[in-house]
């Protein structure tokens, strides 16, 4: 039996940790969203055309790939088009999640399918996963480690956490929660990891 698990938590809390973790000591695949998106918007991807066409080709680099920095720009600070962007591309992302998730299922490959996103209540990914589970890091570690890691002003992770769930908002969801503050070494946080999926393969 595979096990669908739900992977969120806020930008900077550290869900790559977790799905590196699960690769290496689980028979556990995953899916990140923000990888399947990059890919269907790729020239020839489902949705590059459909993105082109609603915010021009000034988004475009010379050999024709979309210049996601240029995009993201451009839909950062405009509520209306960061919908429209979200609805272009978000639709694709869920059906080709299900279909994995239908291929998982029937085939029984792994033991855990691991779903990263950070958009896990907004797309509504926990209507079909077994377990949802929810990085957790305090706020001012999150936004130290984007500064040190990515480069991000204040301004920019103050605006980024503003557009994300709350922690309330995750920790309603989750079924488990694992606690990736800083000084939480990978072997504590893979014992958390142990016990979670014991108790997973014991329901």
């Not at 969120?8 to 290496?24: A, D, R």
């Not at 855990?112 to 079909?128: D, K, N, P, Q, V």
């Not at 990085?135 to 480690?145: F, I, K, W």
């Not at 204040?154 to 769930?165: G, H, M, S, V």
Request: with cysteine; aromatic share 8%; glycine share 8%.
């Amino acid at each position: 039996m595979t096990w669908v698990i739900g992977l969120t938590g806020g930008v900077g809390c550290g869900k790559s940790t977790i799905i590196q973790l699960m690769e290496q000591h689980f028979n556990c695949r995953s899916i990140l969203t923000d990888e399947v998106s990059r890919m269907q918007m790729e020239p020839g991807g489902i949705v590059y055309q459909n993105v082109v066409c609603e915010f021009g080709e000034s988004i475009l680099k010379e050999g024709g790939t979309i210049d996601r920095k240029k995009l993201a720009a451009l839909v950062f600070s405009d509520a209306k088009k960061l919908e429209r962007l979200n609805m272009l591309t978000h639709p694709p992302v869920t059906e080709y999640v299900l279909a994995e998730v239908q291929k998982e299922r029937g085939a029984g490959w792994h033991d855990y399918l691991l779903i990263e996103t950070a958009l896990l209540i907004e797309g509504r990914y926990h209507s079909f996963c077994d377990q949802v589970w929810y990085v957790y890091a305090p706020d001012e570690q999150r936004r130290e480690r984007l500064k040190k890691s990515r480069g991000y002003s204040d301004q920019k992770i103050t605006e980024l956490f503003a557009r994300q769930k709350t922690e309330e908002e995750f920790r309603n969801i989750a079924t488990a929660v694992i606690d990736n503050q800083d000084g939480i070494t990978q072997d504590n946080i893979l014992k958390q990891l142990k016990k979670i999926c014991g108790k997973a393969a014991a329901e």
